[in-house]
């Protein structure tokens, strides 16, 4: 199952050269310590599924800033469990989310509803960090490596987050959200998404239903009928065409998923170009791919102001 995980979330696992520009890292705090007012933490991971971070946070807005010295990259991860469940149950609902058996799936999706909230993340490699801010209310978090999941004995970096609520969320360039419309996911963009800039991604799927947002960059010719054939090809639970994709898929970044209802603003690693923006979920309602059904978008970054 973890074969699925990796191919169907995870897509952007091995860069193999500079697709991204390094985001700006002038807001990292030292690595594995919180920043004075303890709003900007610094997460890194490395090789053998290390993972550095802080152990507390204050409540409001908070920035993670994510670095990787693992040459495979880091997928880090964000969710607040609900009372009283253990790791163990949470890791194999979100693990059942992903699989390409459509009860699995939509059992999967009722249990880690019910399990904890998704928060996002973002996803990283060497000299390609990338940060994401959002909204804590005092309580137990868990940081988590996606790459870890299949691993029965890993285990998840907990994060207190108490005190007074405070800070400001960055000042986002554009919005994009995915949603339903007319029955079908989609994505929406309003703004402009810009190089260096933050980008704000919201959850307006219904309640019960997970998404996320991976970016990778089309060269030039590749069509809005190319993209269509590709994603039409898929299996109805997600299993991926043999065909090649008319994209580099091991040069993804963006959001990694969040719950309905969830709003995160990211800094990825993006340059001026035209990007697909996907969303490798499947439904909670029937299993079915969100991408075979349409929630996919093209996005053009634009340079920043000089």
């Not at 997460?43 to 908070?62: F, K, M, N």
């Not at 969040?258 to 490798?280: E, F, I, K, M, N």
Request: with cysteine; net charge neutral.
């Amino acid at each position: 199952m973890w074969s699925a995980l990796t191919t169907a979330v995870l897509l952007v696992c091995t860069v193999q050269a500079p697709a991204v520009v390094p985001a700006d890292r002038t807001s990292l705090a030292p690595a594995g310590s919180a920043a004075r007012d303890g709003r900007t933490l610094r997460i890194t991971t490395a090789a053998g599924g290390t993972l550095d971070a802080p152990e507390s946070a204050a409540a409001g807005r908070v920035t993670f800033d994510v670095t990787t010295t693992d040459p495979d990259g880091g997928w880090i991860g964000l969710a607040r469990p609900h009372p009283g469940v253990a790791w163990e149950t949470f890791r194999s609902a979100l693990r059942r989310t992903v699989s390409t058996h459509g009860p699995d799936i939509v059992a999967g999706s009722a249990d880690l509803d019910a399990a904890a909230d998704l928060l996002g993340g973002t996803v990283v490699h060497p000299g390609l960090d990338a940060s994401f801010t959002r909204r804590l209310d005092p309580g137990t978090y868990w940081l988590f490596d996606y790459a870890r999941l299949d691993d029965p004995a890993a285990t998840p970096h907990p994060l207190r987050v108490e005190g007074p609520e405070g800070g400001a969320e960055p000042r986002p360039t554009a919005t994009l959200t995915a949603l339903r419309t007319g029955g079908a996911p989609r994505f929406t963009l309003r703004g402009t998404a810009t190089e260096g800039k933050p980008l704000r991604f919201t959850n307006a799927m219904p309640s019960g239903q997970t998404a996320e947002a991976i970016f990778f960059r089309l060269d030039e010719g590749v069509t809005d009928r190319a993209l269509k054939t590709y994603f039409d090809s898929f299996g109805d639970h997600g299993q991926f065409p043999g065909a090649p994709a008319p994209f580099e898929l091991n040069r993804g970044t963006g959001s990694l998923p969040v719950h309905a209802g969830s709003t995160t603003v990211l800094r990825l690693p993006l340059r001026q170009g035209r990007y697909v923006v996907v969303d490798w979920m499947k439904s909670a309602q029937d299993g079915l791919s969100l991408v075979k059904q349409g929630q996919y978008a093209v996005v053009e970054v634009a340079a920043p102001a000089p």
